[in-house]
């Protein structure tokens, strides 16, 4: 809660408070004014007697400016008093890192990527600061760069962190764009991972890929020519297997070393071998070639909706640092 009861309850912003980080109690019934909750977010816009609040998650509520009851500008979310600082623009570029495109294109401080359709990760526009034009004619670039290529056009954006992207957020959403995917990006200290109690005698680490690797990474169906320049891009990249019981792994994962970061994607179990430890000796082995490489903090990208694959990272030691999303462009 930000507003206590002994607390004189006041409304203490304004139009001239957009984008920044704001903690409000308005009423829900309209009629009593008895029923109030609280919301805290970036404040979006105030347009039409209306606030529009993104929250952490990049969810957003609008409030009547006449259901207002308090309000208030509120610090950033504080800092992680555990595992490895990071600043947003850090993480973004270390994961951008790890899924390059096979073209890509400068607009300004945005970059423009594209994979023949190969994850949206590779296939969507990198919106990191200034693009050099008003944002509606930046997105119209955009619109038209991947229709020249015969894809969807998706932007990727952030919220929940010191500078995330919630005004870019409602940007889109005020143009057209809708949010398809959500994902938490991840983080962790590297050495706890390397020093899980877990049998790695089984797993194989590589410096490139096979079919059968590739058969159990199948998760976009057929694999196009973009597959394999897209997992074999970054700047220390290893992918661990463990032999099944035919041709294809039992387990797979990837694993991108960039610095003093590790990046752990791709990590795919059978799904008759699942609840065996296969997930987590995985990690394990490559975090222990990562920390051997001087890396010493880990990041993963997991959907919000992966209810198994979060409880394995939190015990890993994984906790959030912040949600990113991909918009697409819809045509009205």
Same mark, same amino acid.
């Given at each position: 809660? $930000?507003?206590?009861?002994? /607390? ?21 019934? +309209? ?51 555990? /595992?490895? +600082? ?16 096979? #073209?890509?294109?400068?607009?300004? $401080? ?13 296939? +969507? ?36 962190? #010191?500078?995330?992207? $919630? ?12 949010? #398809? ?42 694999? /196009? ?37 590790? /990046?752990? *994607? ?16 995985? *990690? ?8 051997? #490489? ?39």
């Amino acid at each position: 809660m $930000e507003f206590t009861g002994g /607390g004189r309850l006041e409304v203490r912003i304004t139009g001239a408070d957009v984008g920044k980080r704001v903690s409000v109690r308005y009423a829900t019934d +309209s009629a009593t004014r008895e029923k109030f909750t609280d919301s805290v977010g970036v404040l979006t816009s105030w347009d039409d007697a209306v606030l529009l609040i993104t929250r952490k998650s990049g969810d957003s509520v609008r409030i009547p400016e006449s259901a207002l009851v308090a309000g208030k500008v509120v610090p950033a979310a504080p800092a992680r008093r555990r /595992g490895p +600082s990071a600043t947003f623009p850090e993480l973004a570029r270390a994961t951008a890192r790890a899924w390059q495109p096979v #073209e890509s294109e400068a607009l300004g $401080e945005w970059t423009l990527r594209a994979a023949d359709g190969f994850t949206r990760r590779a296939n +969507s526009v990198l919106p990191l600061g200034d693009p050099g034009l008003p944002v509606a004619d930046a997105l119209t670039h955009a619109r038209a760069w991947y229709a020249a290529r015969k894809l969807p056009a998706y932007v990727q954006t952030a919220t929940g962190a #010191e500078g995330t992207q $919630e005004l870019l957020c409602a940007e889109l959403d005020r143009h057209g764009w809708r949010r #398809e995917v959500s994902a938490e990006v991840r983080i962790a200290a590297l050495a706890p991972i390397a020093d899980l109690d877990a049998d790695v005698s089984a797993v194989r680490l590589s410096r490139t890929f096979d079919e059968a690797w590739l058969g159990r990474y199948q998760r976009f169906g057929e694999p /196009g020519p973009a597959v394999r320049p897209v997992l074999a891009s970054g700047p220390s990249v290893w992918f661990a297997s463990v032999a099944g019981t035919g041709e294809i792994p039992a387990a797979i994962g990837r694993c991108v070393v960039d610095g003093r970061w590790a /990046g752990f *994607m791709a990590v795919e179990v059978a799904p008759d071998q699942r609840r065996r430890g296969l997930a987590t000796s995985v *990690m394990t082995a490559l975090a222990r070639r990562a920390l051997d #490489e001087g890396a010493s903090a880990a990041w993963l990208q997991v959907e919000t909706d992966n209810d198994g694959a979060r409880a394995l990272y939190d015990g890993m030691g994984f906790a959030p640092h912040h949600h990113y999303h991909h918009y697409r462009w819809v045509e009205a």
